[in-house]
């Protein structure tokens, strides 16, 4: 009940296209659903996040569709660049109490020129 | 400037031995967590502290020892190292019913 399940594992992408990674969960619980980038060498950092109440959320290249019936939300990357080869993970968290992030598997993006 | 730093950045030890890692945080966060990513890019939680109070302490081996002396800092202590334990620890924080949480740069430890 606690995961949260991610794919691809790796994408290969040309300059311009719209990677496109998918994440499901199955605590109903989770009402705060964030995206994290990771580049060799660093800690993840914070892209975009999402609360269920919403289906969509952008911010600059990224959005975030979310579907709380189908317990399922993505990442969409518009005009990639090469600059944003990295791998990604969705995570998910009850807003209440600690707020543990319960990690996908991590998708490993990578924009060729 | 450094929002969440660790040290060290490396690490390499034998079996046996008995390592720390330190993190400390200057955003005036009240919660710092422990997680760790394998081989296989896995990040996991371990561990959590709210104000110097453990919150969340997941089914990891008791060779692992968290430590907050004051609410800007979280040591993870680990006894007796195995091979196993290779991965890459990472510290973070966030403030108490805040949402986005800041990592370090993480702790690489090998463990030969």
């Known amino acids: 009940q606690q995961q949260v399940k991610q794919s691809p594992q790796s994408l290969i992408v040309q300059k311009g296209g719209i990677p496109i990674i998918n994440c499901a969960y199955e605590n109903t619980a989770f009402d705060y659903f964030p995206w994290y980038q990771q580049f060799p060498g660093k800690g993840p950092a914070l892209l975009i996040a999402?609360?269920?109440?919403?289906s969509e959320k952008k911010e600059g290249r990224f959005t975030i569709s979310f579907n709380k019936s189908a317990k399922q939300f993505s990442l969409h990357i518009m005009d990639s660049q090469p600059g944003d080869s990295a791998t990604y993970f969705c995570?998910?968290?009850?807003?209440?109490?600690?707020?543990?992030?319960?990690f996908g598997q991590g998708t490993r993006l990578t924009i060729n020129p | 400037d450094t929002a969440v730093s660790q040290t060290p950045k490396y690490l390499v030890t034998q079996m046996g031995n008995d390592k720390s890692i330190k993190c400390e945080q200057n955003l005036g966060h009240d919660t710092m967590y422990w997680y760790k990513q394998d081989s296989k890019k896995f990040l996991k939680i371990m561990f959590s502290?709210?104000?110097?109070?453990?919150?969340i302490n997941e089914t990891v081996p008791n060779r692992f020892s968290p430590k907050s002396p004051d609410k800007a800092h979280l040591n993870l202590h680990i006894n007796s190292l195995e091979l196993g334990d290779s991965a890459v620890y990472f510290c973070?924080?966030?403030?108490?019913?805040?949402?986005?949480?800041?990592f370090g740069q993480g702790t690489r430890l090998t463990v030969v």
């Open positions: 502290y709210n104000n110097k109070e453990l919150i």
């Open positions: 999402i609360r269920p109440d919403v």
């Open positions: 973070a924080s966030k403030p108490w019913g805040g949402t986005e949480a800041f």
């Open positions: 995570a998910a968290s009850m807003i209440q109490g600690a707020q543990k992030l319960v």
